[in-house]
């Protein structure tokens, strides 16, 4: 969603701060200003439209100091204009705010402090704050003083930076349930709402937490409690995310190269994980609650779009592996259906690329309440959800700079199957299996990149189907929800119809709609239900459908009956997933690349969902 970024150091702030929106840029936006200390005053800019406009109207503008902050914003209360874009400020152009979240009392508060004088320029809800922090600056000595008074009116959720002309060498920062990261180097501090636009400049980072407030000065950072006005002492933390790794590489999108490198994304979920001699996984994260783990009578895992197709794969693992019983629910019905769980009997996992997914994190709050242990699949580091778990495990896939999820998705299945094993080996299952298991998922990486070498292959079957407004997407087992993942990477960046089915579905309804014009992908690798594929393609063709089937290599019958066939190297039935899902993200990309749409920011969508 929003993205958030300050600089206070020695150097001009404004290259800093267009360079660290740039980097934010994939979370989706559609405005973007910054706001900047010369030494007298603030100067603002801002403009609806992209990071590249808005360094178009600095070039017209002067804006010079080496203290300010930066936003990009994705609408929420008000349109997306150059009037509604962050920074706001208040009455007398002294205090400037940039806010992701949302102020939920911010029609009360409006109307108050319109009673009171106050003049508002935008419909937005984060203009309140700077005339809360304006209102409270009377009275106050300094500008944290007024933010954490202003704060206390506030029902919510924010993560701001305040600057003010009246006390002005230093950034105000706050956060409650959205993310906000200080970077430290020498005698300059950056402060971000994601680590992309820190790495360039330092790798030593300070996580806010909750109810915090910081103040950051020249080489310098304070962190108070909110509640209390008390100190925290905290650290920093080194994130050895690459720089490197937020770039292109070449790719002409970050969705081709996270795609591409897919096969180092499971080397690095599995290193130091796997231990295929004893046929068994080790996971740090889950070291405290394994006695509990080994109690567990039934886990719940939740998680939202991509990341809940990787929880189905799992239920299906889990429950074949380690005869634990599984429920998937998406996060956003699972916080409002009054689960019942049961403490020391029940588990939920939830699984979040962001870690910040508002609708997964209620699940988590929701899971605690209810007394039950709550464990993680993460891949940002420090983010709310990895905190705020009892207990998880770290995805280690580095950045995902593409809205659409790909090489995330394969270290959420890569974790999975490690947790199959672990719980697998605690119950039932034997040396020998666990043994299997762990050879196969090694071996996996090799499997991945051969099925890469066919990237060319894969575009001439998607090439064929350029010009279908519709597809279906179908599966059985353990290749189900790669067909619902599958459905989803086509609609999200090709802007396609495509529904992701159980293959058995088929003939209980919208078999109805398929003709010659109707492509249908079958995931149907040599496994437990292929027979029953066969038989649902066939029923396919009877209608003159057009067949694209994800086999597995060697399986020539297939080619008798489908139109096209792109073969995955064999594996065992378990981690089928894990492969068949790397064409259809490419079959994706390359129907999408056609259509020359925006692949790594598609329209409407955004890389993290804090909102509900
Ligand atoms: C799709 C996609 C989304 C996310 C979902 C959850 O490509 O990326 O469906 O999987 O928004 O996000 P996280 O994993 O950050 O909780």
Known sequence: ?????????????????????????????????????DGQKINLAKIKGRVADLAGLLQQQSVKGTVGIAHTRWATHGEPTTANAHPHADCKNNVYVVHNGIVENYKA?????????????????????????????????????????????????????????????????????????????????????????????TSRVVTLTDGELAVITRGNYTITSLEDGGAINREAETIDWNIDEIQKSGFDHFMLKEIFEQPETVINSTRGRLIPAEGRAVLGGLADVEDKLRALKRLTIVACGTASYAGL??????????????????????????????????????????????????????????????????????????????AGVYNHAGPEISVCSTKVFMSQLTVLALLTLLLGRQRRMSLVTGQRI???????????????????????????????????????????????????????????????????????????????????????PKDSVYEKNISNIQEVKARRGRVIAIATAGDTDIAAIADDVIYIPKTLEMLTPLLAVVPLQLFAYYIAQSLGVDIDKPRNLAKSVTVE
Not at 2 to 22: M, N, Q, W
């Open 438 to 524: 762990a050879a196969e998922l090694a071996a996996l990486p090799a499997r991945m990149a051969e099925l890469l070498a066919q990237a060319d292959r894969i575009k001439t079957v998607a090439q064929h189907c350029q010009s279908a407004k519709n597809f279906f997407f179908c599966g059985r087992k353990y290749n189900y929800p790669i067909a619902l993942e599958g459905a989803l990477k086509l609609k999200e960046i090709s802007y396609r119809h495509a529904e992701g089915l159980a293959a058995g579905e088929l003939k209980h309804g919208p078999l109805a709609m398929v003709d010659e014009h109707f492509p249908v992908i079958f995931i149907c």
């Open 109 to 201: 508060l409006k109307d108050q402090l319109i009673r009171e004088g106050h003049t508002f320029h935008s419909e937005t809800d984060t203009e309140i704050l700077s005339h809360l922090i304006e209102k409270y600056l009377t009275g106050a000595t300094t500008l944290e003083q007024a933010v954490s008074r202003a704060l206390k009116f506030v029902k919510g959720t924010y993560a701001l930076l305040a600057i003010a002309s009246s006390d002005p060498e230093k950034i105000v920062a706050a956060r409650l349930s959205s993310p906000l990261r200080i970077g430290v180097s020498a005698d300059q501090v950056f402060i971000a709402s994601d680590p992309s636009a820190l790495l360039n400049y």
């Open 313 to 390: 794969v799992g239920e299906y693992m889990l429950e074949e592996y380690a005869d634990l019983p599984v429920e998937v629910c998406v996060a956003s019905e699972f916080r409002y259906r009054k689960p019942s769980l049961i403490p020391r009997e029940d588990a939920v996992l939830v699984i979040s690329q962001s870690g910040e997914t508002a609708d997964t994190l209620a699940a988590v709050r929701e899971a605690k309440a209810k007394g039950v242990l709550t464990l993680g699949i993460v891949n940002v580091i420090g983010s709310t959800i990895s905190r705020e778990t009892d």
């Open 1 to 37: 969603m929003c993205g958030i970024v300050g600089y206070i150091g020695t150097t001009e702030a404004r290259p800093v701060l267009l360079d660290g929106l740039r980097r934010l840029e994939y979370r989706g936006y559609d405005s973007a200003g910054l706001a900047v200390w």
